[in-house]
């Protein structure tokens, strides 16, 4: 069965390094979606794309970046991590089928 | 705009009891509704979805929900309840099957703590 797939599911990670969260789908459907989940709290979207070339800032502010050169690859950046950035990121595609990938926890000491 | 009210963030029920977990969601168009479950430092599992056909839906794990339009809501339930259920659960609401511009809008979400 088609697949999301992230990596990586876990990163400990100091503050002010680069990081890139990858996510990508054998689908090979255009809608792809982020969404970041603190502990214990709802999910929000902080990214979304259309497809290729095109993405969109979600409902919840997010100092991370996005981008879609792609159909298969959708990663997420931040360019300067800060421990309020600790949270889980999730990537989903077609989610009308409900496929999430297995999310990536990141803690930024 | 669109959104969803999980009534208690925490829902404790003994092993064989009914689950009942409340959503009520608002949408200015006919929405699809979907039910999540969520296992401690796992991602997200659909367990059923609703895109206006049957209003009984089925899904995994002996879940069912029922939308009604009348009420705006979509509560999830399961018969019997088993220790394997305890987990976090997630309603979500889209106007859009594929998810839309605004993708899927989340309720807080459930916590369903199975009583042996």
């Known amino acids: 069965e088609a697949d999301i797939y992230q990596t990586p599911r876990y990163l400990v990670i100091g503050t002010g390094k680069k990081i890139t969260l990858e996510c990508s789908q054998t689908?090979?459907?255009?809608?792809m979606y982020w969404y970041q989940q603190d502990p214990g709290m709802e999910l929000h979207l902080i990214h979304y794309?259309?497809?290729?070339?095109?993405?969109e800032k979600g409902d919840l502010s997010s100092e991370s970046t996005v981008s879609r050169i792609r159909t298969e690859h959708f990663p997420l950046t931040l360019e300067s991590a800060r421990p309020s950035h600790t949270s889980q990121y999730l990537c989903?595609?077609?989610?009308?089928?409900?496929?999430f990938g297995p999310g990536t926890r990141l803690t930024v000491l | 705009a669109q959104s969803v009210t999980q009534l208690g963030s925490h829902v404790s029920v003994s092993e064989g009891a009914l689950v009942l977990l409340r959503c009520n969601y608002s949408?200015?168009?006919?929405?699809?509704l979907f039910w999540y479950v969520q296992y401690p430092n796992q991602g997200l599992q659909l367990l059923l979805k609703?895109?206006?056909?049957?209003?009984l839906v089925k899904g995994i794990n002996g879940f069912e929900a029922e939308f009604k339009k009348s009420e705006t809501s979509f509560h999830l339930t399961k018969p019997s309840a088993h220790m394997s259920d305890a987990a976090e659960y997630f309603c979500?609401?889209?106007?859009?099957?594929?998810?839309?511009?605004?993708?899927?809008?989340f309720g807080k979400g459930t916590h369903l703590i199975i009583q042996p």
């Open positions: 979500a609401v889209s106007e859009e099957s594929g998810g839309g511009a605004d993708g899927l809008t």
């Open positions: 609703y895109t206006s056909a049957a209003t």
């Open positions: 689908m090979g459907h255009d809608k």
């Open positions: 949408s200015s168009v006919p929405p699809y």
């Open positions: 989903a595609n077609l989610l009308v089928r409900g496929f």
């Open positions: 794309s259309y497809g290729v070339n095109s993405t």
